[in-house]
């Protein structure tokens, strides 16, 4: 009997997504359908473009979780009190997607100028599409490479759809769309010089009925499995801040240097026991990621 109590209380101490109750919804940007589904299966997902969603919150959609392939519009939410405050969790890179079988012999983004290649980019209202615009105004081929463009996708999903099925030469997407498609396509890296930061974060939406699940989400999306798992996916990871008694420093691992002048700054403890300092990732609070190693 005693048993059966104990297992009633944990069962009700769980979020909903945990324990069986009614899923959270969460509503996340279209490069990231592989990989939230592996962090956590129970949510329903809702994967479009930014933007889309963005709108849809506004609208006010029934989401608990919002997540974004730029920190745009997760901040002009949390700006116009729709999200509580937002969690950078991964970053990108852009890439050159083009056929397996290459038609149009494209081997570096310059021959992106070539008359006839038939080129699929993001919709300037997207972030891909932003994000593509940044990448030729730094390289300084924009109106050259525009001319080429046959079509403007509401995703990038869209844009890996049709150079996948070679209805297009080329597509500028993230360097994690690729890897589902592998088999039908081939990567052209871009000048790592030109690339723009890219950065996704996720917030919780602030009307959303089921908050603890909702938070137990964003913990799950920065714990240590979830970062294992989205740099599996290709996703680059922020660095984690630590903070303690000295201050906040990076998670990066110091130099001998650095590691001396930290220890310098670290106050003595009266434990026997080594300080351990916390760590989070943008607004996630320190209990929900350790820095311990």
């Known amino acids: 009997m005693r048993r059966l109590l104990g297992i009633a209380l944990v069962a009700l101490a769980l979020p909903a997504s945990v324990s069986g109750g009614t899923p959270i919804t969460v509503f996340a940007a279209a490069s990231l359908t592989d990989v939230f589904p592996r962090i956590a299966s129970s949510p329903r997902y809702s994967f479009a473009g930014s933007d889309q969603l963005a709108l849809q919150i506004r ?7 919002y997540a974004a392939a730029s920190p745009k519009y997760t901040q002009l939410l949390y700006r116009d009190g729709f999200v509580l ?19 149009a012999n494209i081997n570096s983004v310059y021959d992106l100028r070539r008359a006839g290649t038939k080129l699929v980019i993001g919709d300037r209202a997207v972030p891909i599409g932003t994000y593509t615009q940044q990448i030729l105004d730094t390289l300084g081929i924009t109106a050259d490479v525009m001319k080429n463009v046959v079509s403007q996708e509401t995703d990038v999903k869209g844009i890996v759809t049709k150079v996948a099925l070679g209805e297009a030469d080329a597509g500028l997407v993230y360097r994690t769309d690729a890897k589902p498609v592998a088999s039908q396509t081939r990567s052209i890296a ?30 799950q999306a920065v714990s240590k499995r979830g970062r294992l798992l989205l740099a599996k996916a290709g996703f680059g990871l922020p660095k984690k801040k630590c903070s303690g008694p000295w201050g906040t420093t990076s998670r990066a691992t110091p130099s001998s240097s650095a590691s001396r002048r930290a220890r310098l700054r670290t106050p003595p ?3 026997s026991a080594p300080l351990r300092p916390t760590c989070w990732l943008g607004g996630v ?5 350790s820095c311990s190693r």
Not at 59 to 65: C, E, I, K, L, N
Not at 285 to 289: G, I, L, M
């Open 59 to 65: 609208q006010g959609a029934p989401a608990d979780v």
């Open 190 to 219: 871009l000048p790592d010089w030109a690339q723009p930061p890219i950065r996704y974060e996720v917030a919780v939406v602030k009307a959303s009925p089921n908050l603890a699940a909702a938070r137990a989400f964003v913990k």
């Open 85 to 103: 405050k937002p969690v950078a969790f991964a970053t990108n890179k852009l890439i050159i997607l083009v056929p397996q079988s290459n038609p």
């Open 269 to 271: 403890s009266s434990s």
């Open 285 to 289: 609070s320190p209990a929900a990621v």
